[in-house]
C-alpha cells in the first residue's frame, strides 16, 4: 500500500474540515505570513494584498512599529479589566473624540459590538427622555454585523431569515432615494442607521443629495443618526470619517476593522447629548478596551494622525481611481467604479466570484461582494508602485475571465 503524504494546505484543509465549524467558503490558499503589503501562503508563494483582511491590517503586514507596540504591551500588562482604570482606554477615547468631534467611546472588540453598542445607546437616550420610539430606519443593501441586534438592521434576507425573529421595529429603505427616506422617517423613529459608504453592499458611497435628506431627516423628527463606519472610517476614504465629507452629522459612529491593525478592537463614538443619558451599569464588555488592543490603537491612530497615513491615503487613493478607470476602459465586464481613498469597487456585468480565483493565480489578494462587485480594500499603508502592480494582476485576471465568458 502506498502512502500518499498531504502539503500543508491538504493537512491545515483536512484537519478543520474535521473540527471548525463550517460557516465560512475559504480559497484555498493558507497564509503563513506577511510583510507590509505582501502576504506569503504555506508553500512560499508570494501574493500583493488587495485586501488587507476586509479592511483590518491598516498599517500592512508586520508593521515593526506596531509589532514593536504589541510585544512591548505583552511583556508589560495585557488586561486588568474595566473594575479599575489603565493608562491607555482614556488616551484611545482623546484622539478618537479629537478624530470625530463625538466627545464620549465605549471600547469594545469588534464592528458587530459597536454597532450594537450604537443600537443600544439610542434606545437608552429615548428611555431616559420617556419617550416611545420603537422604530429604527436602516437601509436596503446594508450589512451591520451578525449578533442579533446588527443582524436586525442588516438587510440581506440570505442572512436574516435563518434567525428570525429579529430584534423588531426595523424599517427599511431604498439607498441614495431622499423621497423615500424623508417618507419613513418620522416621531417613532428612534434612529437613522447608515453606512456612509455600503461596504458589503457592494462599495455604495451614499450621495450628497441623500445624506442631506438624513439630516433633514434628523433634524424634523429628532430621530438620532448612527453612522456605521466600521468598514469606511479612520482614514480608508482619505477623510477620517466618510459621514463627515458628504454633510451627515451623526449622533453616534461605529468604528472597528483598521483600528487595532489586526488586533481585535472596536468602538462606539457618542455625542455628549446621548452620553448624558447613559448610567453606570448600562453597558459593559469584560475584554472592551483592555491594555493590548488600547495599545495597538494608539500606534494605528499615531501613524494616522501624526504619521501623515491620512494625507498618503488621499494622494495613493487619487492614483488608484485614475488607474481603475483605465482598467474600466480596457475591459468591457467593468460597468461601475465606485468608492473613495482606498475603497473601491468594480461593478461587473456578470458574477464576479471567478475574478477571485484568477486574481489569486496571478498573486494577487481581492474580494467578491454583493455577487457582482470586485472588492479592494488595501492596507492603507500601500504606495503608488504597489497598486500599480497589483492591478495590473487584477486587470490580468479579469481579461482572463473576460476570455473564459467569451467561449462559455
Ligand atoms: C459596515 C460594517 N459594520 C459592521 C460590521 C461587523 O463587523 P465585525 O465583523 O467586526 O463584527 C462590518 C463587517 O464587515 C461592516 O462592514
Same mark, same amino acid.
Given at each position: 500500500m502506498t502512502t500518499t503524504s498531504l502539503t500543508a494546505l491538504e493537512e491545515i484543509q483536512a484537519r478543520e474540515a474535521r473540527h471548525v465549524l463550517q460557516t465560512y467558503r475559504r480559497a484555498p490558499v493558507a497564509f503563513v505570513r506577511g510583510q507590509g503589503v505582501r502576504l506569503y501562503d504555506s508553500d512560499g508563494r508570494e501574493y500583493l494584498d488587495l485586501l488587507s483582511g476586509i479592511g483590518v491590517a491598516s498599517l500592512g503586514h508586520a508593521h515593526e512599529g506596531l509589532a514593536r507596540a504589541i510585544a512591548d504591551q505583552a511583556q508589560t500588562l495585557l488586561h486588568t479589566s474595566n473594575l479599575f482604570y489603565h493608562p491607555l482606554q482614556g488616551q484611545v477615547a482623546e484622539r478618537l473624540s479629537a478624530l470625530s468631534g463625538l466627545s464620549r467611546v465605549f471600547v469594545c472588540n469588534s464592528g458587530s459590538e459597536a454597532v450594537e453598542a450604537c443600537l443600544k445607546f439610542a434606545r437608552r437616550y429615548w428611555y431616559t427622555k420617556g419617550e416611545t420610539r420603537p422604530e429604527v430606519i436602516a437601509l436596503e443593501e446594508s450589512f451591520h454585523g451578525r449578533t442579533m441586534g446588527a443582524l436586525s438592521v442588516t438587510s440581506d434576507e440570505h442572512y436574516r431569515a435563518p434567525f428570525? $425573529?429579529? %430584534? $423588531?421595529?426595523v424599517r427599511f429603505v431604498p439607498v441614495n432615494d431622499p423621497a423615500a427616506l424623508l417618507a419613513a422617517v418620522s416621531s417613532s423613529t428612534a434612529a437613522i442607521i447608515a453606512e456612509p459608504v455600503q461596504g458589503e453592499g457592494g462599495v455604495r458611497p451614499l450621495t450628497p443629495a441623500f445624506a442631506a435628506a438624513i439630516m433633514n431627516a434628523c433634524e424634523r423628527t429628532g430621530a438620532l443618526l448612527i453612522a456605521?463606519? %466600521?468598514? #469606511?472610517?479612520?482614514?480608508? *476614504? /482619505? #477623510? $477620517?470619517?466618510?459621514a463627515r465629507a458628504i454633510g451627515l452629522k451623526p449622533h453616534l459612529i461605529s468604528i472597528g476593522k483598521a483600528l487595532g491593525g489586526g488586533v481585535p478592537i472596536g468602538a462606539a463614538l457618542i455625542s455628549e447629548q446621548v452620553a448624558e443619558t447613559i448610567s453606570f451599569g448600562d453597558h459593559g464588555s *469584560?475584554? /472592551? /478596551?483592555?491594555l493590548l488592543a488600547c495599545r495597538a490603537a494608539l500606534c494605528v491612530m499615531d501613524e494616522l494622525i501624526d504619521g501623515g497615513l491620512l494625507a498618503h491615503i488621499g494622494r495613493v487613493g487619487r492614483h488608484m481611481e485614475q488607474r481603475l478607470h483605465e482598467i474600466a476602459s480596457a475591459h468591457p465586464i467593468v460597468k461601475e467604479v465606485r468608492g473613495a481613498g482606498l475603497i473601491w469597487g468594480l461593478e461587473l456585468s456578470r458574477e464576479a466570484a471567478p475574478v477571485v480565483p484568477a486574481a489569486l493565480a496571478r498573486g494577487v489578494v481581492v474580494n467578491r461582494t454583493a455577487d457582482t462587485v470586485v472588492r479592494l480594500l488595501p492596507p492603507? %499603508?500601500?504606495t503608488a508602485d504597489e497598486i500599480d502592480e497589483g492591478l495590473a494582476g487584477l486587470s490580468a485576471a479579469l481579461g482572463a475571465v473576460e476570455a473564459d465568458g467569451a467561449t462559455a
Open positions: 428570525a $425573529p429579529l %430584534v $423588531p421595529g456605521d463606519e %466600521v468598514q #469606511s472610517g479612520l482614514g480608508r *476614504t /482619505g #477623510s $477620517p470619517f466618510y *469584560t475584554y /472592551g /478596551g483592555n492603507l %499603508v500601500i
